[in-house]
């Protein structure tokens, strides 16, 4: 009776079992076809469909790319004025095409990413090489895409050209290039301050030299970076994994392996990823008590974005020696502190010389983000603050500059408390990474901007924390399959002749439609939306024969 509960279906999607009836029924026919078992077709225990779909979903993303991808319309690119991408980028059935590849694709992958995690067991430490290999076989076609999700890569250009030219990225703006829009940057950073380190600018600026100016080469550059910083991350990841006895597997699954990182750091050749892989390396070094080392190394990561500057009151805790009774003094504390201070300020010091940029990064960060986006709730308080105070006669820019201020000092304030706070019972080493990401989550929930991308700044510190799925995930999971169907949507690239509303209604109707199949009706993925992990995991590994 006991099993007979367990297998019923709940309450609410039970009428869903005609159609995932249905669905195994045809996925076990092509699974036994011969053109397309390859794709299909396996025990459970086989890792091959899931990478040869997150490849196949990799791919329909980069054909997607070349007809709603960012594509610079410079006299300079490659591909401005060929007519190969005429039919994709002109024509209204072609741009539809391209965006339900492009969102179809993404979805694909997503659901290639919650397979792959059925395959394997997350807690099998051997496990971690097939989500490697995963990682780099998705990655590699997206490659050869237009910028999506986002094109921040041309507006780092940009700023590498303004740098180049002689001018101060944190005293001049892009829109003073002239050209700059044509080469792709986004009008809403035009006549912004460069919110990078100066290390991020210097590379900026000799990827734009070495480009010649073209878009698409710079691009290229930019995203061999971004796989090198991939590769170091992940290196250090699973170091720190390790050390830490958390899952490594399980950490490389969640914080590299997600299509959220994969469309952002790879196809969007974001720099974050170069800002997690130093931070992730400053992190293994402390870890080992090599103070200075570890330090440095973070303010490299600084030296890409600032924002990082918040974990480091708490990761130089890693270079104690863990003690799970007796306390950690405050005299300790505030020793590690000032040390971590003092060589952060000669690190970039010593930067801020070569580049000729000295500490510019601190006004132009703190006056950053006049914008504000719809996911940050404390940007869309700040309009709405502004709306009312033009409403009763006030400066209604005045407002919300006082009320982001506001948060930004009542941000501080919840870091210097929980600095204090946090470790002062015991040491354990694995509350060190998750008081870390809790000081960046604090941060980005009190900024004016909130982009999508920074969850992936607290999940390479989660993973350290966090050894094995939790029931609770699923939410995150769902979450980062929202954010991509959204971001991937929100950024279309459409020409001003071609219908944009229907472009974006028929890909969210798509979209929409796979992400309630993956959560609700897909026989295989639906199961990680209702079931326990660890009866998921071994409901899978129990499975005699699987197909997709």
Same mark, same amino acid.
């Given at each position: 009776?006991?099993?007979?509960? *367990?297998?019923?279906?709940?309450?609410?999607?039970?009428?869903?079992?005609?159609?995932?009836?249905?669905?195994?029924?045809?996925?076990?026919?092509?699974? !036994? !076809?011969?053109?397309?078992?390859?794709?299909?077709?396996?025990?459970? !225990? +086989?890792?091959?469909?899931?990478?040869?779909?997150?490849? /196949?979903?990799?791919?329909?993303?980069?054909?997607?790319?070349?007809?709603? $991808?960012?594509?610079?319309?410079?006299?300079?690119?490659?591909?401005?004025?060929?007519?190969?991408?005429?039919?994709?980028?002109?024509?209204?059935?072609?741009?539809?095409?391209?965006?339900?590849?492009?969102?179809?694709?993404?979805?694909?992958?997503?659901?290639?990413?919650?397979?792959?995690?059925?395959?394997?067991?997350?807690?099998?430490?051997?496990?971690?090489?097939?989500?490697?290999?995963?990682?780099?076989?998705?990655?590699?076609?997206?490659?050869? &895409?237009?910028?999506?999700?986002?094109?921040?890569?041309?507006?780092?250009?940009?700023? $590498?050209?303004?740098?180049?030219?002689?001018?101060?990225?944190?005293?001049?703006?892009?829109?003073?290039?002239?050209?700059?829009?044509?080469?792709?940057?986004?009008?809403?950073?035009?006549?912004?301050?460069?919110?990078?380190?100066?290390?991020?600018?210097?590379?900026?600026?000799?990827?734009?030299?070495?480009?010649?100016?073209?878009? +698409?080469?710079?691009?290229?550059?930019?995203?061999?970076? &971004?796989?090198?910083?991939?590769?170091?991350?992940?290196?250090?990841?699973?170091?720190?994994?390790?050390?830490?006895?958390?899952?490594?597997?399980?950490?490389?699954?969640?914080?590299?392996?997600?299509?959220? /990182?994969?469309?952002?750091?790879?196809?969007?050749?974001?720099?974050?990823?170069?800002?997690?892989?130093?931070?992730?390396?400053?992190?293994?070094?402390?870890?080992? *008590?090599?103070?200075?080392?570890?330090?440095?190394?973070? $303010?490299?990561?600084?030296?890409?974005?600032?924002?990082?500057?918040?974990?480091?009151?708490?990761?130089?805790?890693?270079?104690?020696?863990?003690?799970?009774?007796?306390?950690?003094?405050?005299? +300790?504390?505030?020793?590690?502190?000032?040390?971590?201070?003092?060589?952060?300020?000669?690190?970039?010091?010593?930067?801020?010389?070569?580049?000729?940029?000295?500490?510019?990064?601190?006004?132009?960060?703190?006056?950053?983000?006049?914008?504000?986006?719809?996911?940050?709730?404390?940007?869309?308080?700040?309009?709405?603050?502004?709306?009312?105070?033009?409403?009763?006669?006030?400066?209604?820019?005045?407002?919300?500059?006082?009320?982001?201020?506001?948060?930004?000092?009542?941000?501080?304030?919840?870091?210097?408390?929980?600095?204090? !706070?946090?470790?002062?019972?015991?040491?354990?080493?694995?509350?060190?990474?998750?008081?870390?990401?809790?000081?960046?989550?604090?941060?980005?929930?009190?900024?004016?901007?909130?982009?999508?991308?920074?969850?992936?700044?607290?999940?390479?510190?989660?993973?350290?924390?966090?050894?094995?799925?939790?029931?609770?995930?699923?939410?995150?999971?769902?979450?980062?399959?929202?954010?991509?169907?959204?971001?991937?949507? +929100?950024?279309?690239?459409?020409?001003?002749?071609?219908? *944009?509303?229907?472009?974006?209604?028929?890909?969210?109707?798509?979209?929409?439609?796979?992400? /309630?199949?993956?959560?609700?009706?897909?026989?295989?993925?639906?199961?990680?939306?209702?079931?326990?992990?660890?009866?998921?995991?071994?409901?899978?590994?129990?499975?005699?024969?699987?197909?997709?």
């Amino acid at each position: 009776m006991t099993a007979t509960k *367990q297998n019923k279906p709940h309450g609410m999607t039970h009428w869903l079992e005609p159609a995932r009836n249905v669905l195994t029924l045809l996925a076990t026919t092509l699974g !036994h !076809h011969r053109v397309s078992r390859w794709l299909f077709g396996a025990p459970e !225990h +086989e890792v091959r469909p899931a990478l040869a779909q997150g490849l /196949f979903a990799s791919i329909l993303i980069t054909i997607g790319s070349w007809g709603v $991808g960012s594509l610079p319309q410079a006299g300079e690119s490659l591909f401005s004025g060929t007519t190969i991408l005429v039919p994709m980028r002109t024509e209204t059935s072609g741009v539809i095409i391209s965006a339900v590849l492009l969102t179809l694709g993404s979805m694909l992958l997503v659901r290639a990413w919650l397979r792959l995690s059925q395959r394997i067991d997350p807690r099998c430490q051997a496990a971690a090489s097939f989500v490697s290999r995963a990682i780099w076989l998705w990655s590699a076609p997206v490659l050869l &895409s237009f910028p999506i999700f986002s094109r921040d890569v041309y507006s780092y250009l940009a700023q $590498g050209r303004l740098y180049a030219s002689g001018a101060n990225p944190y005293e001049n703006w892009v829109s003073q290039l002239p050209g700059w829009f044509m080469q792709g940057a986004d009008g809403l950073w035009a006549e912004s301050y460069s919110p990078y380190g100066p290390l991020f600018l210097v590379l900026a600026a000799g990827f734009w030299w070495i480009s010649g100016g073209i878009p +698409e080469v710079g691009v290229l550059l930019f995203r061999l970076l &971004s796989l090198a910083s991939m590769w170091l991350m992940m290196k250090y990841l699973i170091k720190l994994s390790a050390f830490l006895r958390t899952s490594v597997t399980f950490a490389l699954w969640l914080a590299v392996a997600n299509p959220l /990182f994969l469309i952002i750091m790879v196809a969007g050749a974001h720099n974050d990823v170069l800002m997690l892989a130093l931070l992730l390396a400053g992190t293994w070094w402390l870890a080992r *008590q090599r103070f200075i080392i570890g330090v440095v190394l973070i $303010g490299l990561s600084i030296a890409i974005k600032p924002i990082v500057i918040v974990t480091v009151p708490f990761l130089v805790f890693l270079s104690l020696r863990q003690r799970e009774s007796d306390g950690v003094s405050l005299s +300790e504390r505030f020793s590690r502190w000032v040390g971590a201070l003092g060589i952060l300020a000669v690190a970039l010091a010593v930067i801020g010389i070569a580049t000729g940029l000295w500490f510019g990064w601190i006004p132009a960060m703190l006056t950053s983000g006049s914008a504000a986006f719809p996911y940050a709730p404390v940007g869309l308080i700040g309009l709405g603050l502004g709306w009312l105070a033009g409403l009763v006669g006030a400066n209604p820019a005045t407002v919300p500059a006082i009320f982001y201020t506001s948060m930004r000092v009542l941000a501080a304030v919840v870091l210097v408390w929980w600095a204090l !706070h946090t470790q002062r019972d015991c040491l354990v080493m694995q509350k060190v990474p998750r008081d870390a990401a809790l000081a960046l989550v604090a941060v980005v929930l009190s900024a004016p901007i909130v982009q999508p991308w920074y969850l992936l700044w607290v999940l390479p510190l989660f993973v350290l924390w966090r050894s094995e799925p939790a029931r609770w995930l699923r939410w995150l999971y769902l979450g980062i399959a929202i954010l991509v169907l959204v971001g991937v949507i +929100e950024q279309f690239s459409v020409a001003q002749w071609i219908p *944009q509303l229907l472009v974006k209604l028929i890909a969210v109707g798509v979209g929409l439609l796979y992400l /309630f199949y993956i959560v609700l009706i897909d026989p295989k993925t639906s199961v990680i939306f209702r079931d326990r992990p660890d009866a998921r995991v071994r409901r899978g590994l129990n499975d005699a024969e699987s197909v997709d």
